[in-house]
């Protein structure tokens, strides 16, 4: 029948059956949130608020067919109660005692699981504070190559899966910004990755040690971090002939998440910019590590790049040239983990008329970052039982710097982002794309 919906094809999707084991690299704010607020949730004691794959629905259909599903009794995710928590990380601390020196939750949550929290210990972590200056730690792996430190994530990676009786295992870049790092040769080819391993070449930082090591075993990657990791010719093409989803990077968390709704909502009333300010203080380890110039130029790639891309200057010069872009990030330790972000924005209207909005975000950074990394372990494995590998691109919506195929501009838009992370659910499990074109509803 002409102007019919194409219909969907249901893939193959293989059932969450088992125990899903989330390995992070880095046991600090972000994964010890992470962890105590699955372990909350999974006593009956919170709710996983800031998490789609367990609070948000997916309509399915016409809107008349009224079909919503949660999207968790939708597609086939692991549940909360089957999963298991590893991490690595330079500090000995296990995960009580990393969560209470972290300061973002209370002694009223962490009291009631403090048991649970205090049987995850890390592993000593691949580190070199040469890429994280303003840390350092005893907790760190040995060995004579950065090929020998990978090796060694290898063997971490079977243990842990082993010894918990693990069906499947993801892993999450929970760690620190490391120092900017351009992608060269060592990064074009898996020999050349390899062999630059082998001489311990500079251009090989530790994330990208976890990301080889993640990957050569099977275990779907993702980088919330801005770092240089998988996002490289050399990790991608393995990514694809070893059958693993890859996805990044830099967790889409306070301030840069408010530019993906406010700068849509510019462009589609056509309104012009001719700058925009932002600057945020934040006092927890991310902030310290930020301090140091070389991890900030990492930083501030992440988050200028936002924008440029949503706004297209090349497309709209009239509205969008030449706007000046500035980032700032200030480290002020009696903030902790509660970050302030403040945005001033200088608009133009009809006639070239100026008008300002202004952003005061008082956010905290882990508790917006904690259901990402839930939401990204359980669709990356999805992912993989559906039979995808490489590049994610519809995981976009989780992250700051997202990446994409080679020559394709990223998808920055939270709303496209959104139907893109959502239409790709349908298409997995044989729905029917929506268009929200909705003309069935007014021809008669």
């Not at 939750?105 to 009291?111: G, V």
């Not at 060995?143 to 243990?159: H, S, V």
């Not at 898996?190 to 930082?205: P, V």
Request: aromatic share 8%; proline share 7%.
């Amino acid at each position: 029948m002409p102007g019919s919906p194409v219909p969907a094809t249901r893939t193959d999707v293989r059932p969450a059956a088992g125990k899903l084991g989330i390995l992070t690299p880095g046991l600090g704010a972000v994964a010890t949130t992470f962890i105590a607020g699955v372990e909350s949730v999974r006593r009956g004691l919170s709710q996983p608020i800031g998490s789609l794959t367990q609070m948000a629905t997916i309509r399915l259909g016409k809107r008349t067919d009224n079909r919503s599903p949660l999207i968790k009794d939708f597609a086939p995710l692991a549940d909360l109660s089957d999963l298991v928590f590893g991490a690595w990380d330079p500090i000995p601390d296990d995960a009580l005692q990393a969560a209470r020196k972290a300061g973002v939750l209370e002694s009223r949550h962490l009291d009631p699981i403090a048991d649970f929290l205090g049987s995850i210990r890390p592993m000593p972590a691949a580190f070199d504070n040469k890429y994280v200056t303003r840390l350092s730690g005893t907790n760190v792996k040995q060995g004579k190559t950065k090929r020998d430190l990978a090796g060694q994530l290898r063997q971490d990676i079977r243990d842990f899966r082993s010894r918990n009786g693990l069906d499947r295992v993801v892993m999450v870049w929970c760690a620190s910004t490391e120092i900017f790092i351009k992608p060269g040769p060592q990064h074009a080819t898996i020999e050349q990755f390899e062999r630059a391993m082998e001489r311990n070449d500079d251009a090989i930082s530790p994330s990208m040690l976890y990301a080889w090591a993640s990957i050569m075993e099977g275990v779907p990657y993702a980088n919330g971090a801005p770092n240089l990791a998988v996002d490289t010719p050399a990790l991608q093409a393995l990514a694809i002939d070893r059958g693993v989803p890859i996805s990044g990077k830099d967790f889409k968390t306070g301030q840069t998440w408010m530019k993906t709704v406010i700068a849509p909502g510019l462009k589609a009333r056509m309104l012009g910019l001719a700058g925009w300010y932002s600057t945020n203080i934040l006092g927890n380890r991310d902030g310290e590590v930020l301090d140091d110039p070389a991890s900030f130029k990492t930083k501030e790639e992440s988050k200028l790049s936002v924008l440029h891309t949503i706004l297209q200057p090349e497309m709209y010069p009239e509205l969008y040239e030449n706007f000046s872009h500035v980032v700032r990030i200030n480290y002020y330790p009696p903030r902790g983990d509660n970050k302030e972000g403040w945005d001033n924005i200088d608009i133009v209207g009809w006639m070239g008329y100026p008008m300002q909005i202004k952003v005061n975000f008082l956010c905290r950074d882990s508790i917006l970052a904690a259901p990402i990394v839930l939401d990204l372990a359980l669709l990356s494995d999805f992912a993989q039982r559906a039979g995808m590998k490489g590049i994610q691109e519809w995981l976009s919506f989780y992250f700051k710097s997202p990446m994409a195929a080679p020559g394709l501009q990223p998808e920055h838009d939270l709303f496209i982002q959104q139907t893109k992370l959502k239409n790709t659910l349908r298409h997995l499990m044989g729905e029917e794309q929506i268009t929200h074109l909705g003309l069935e509803y007014y021809q008669t």
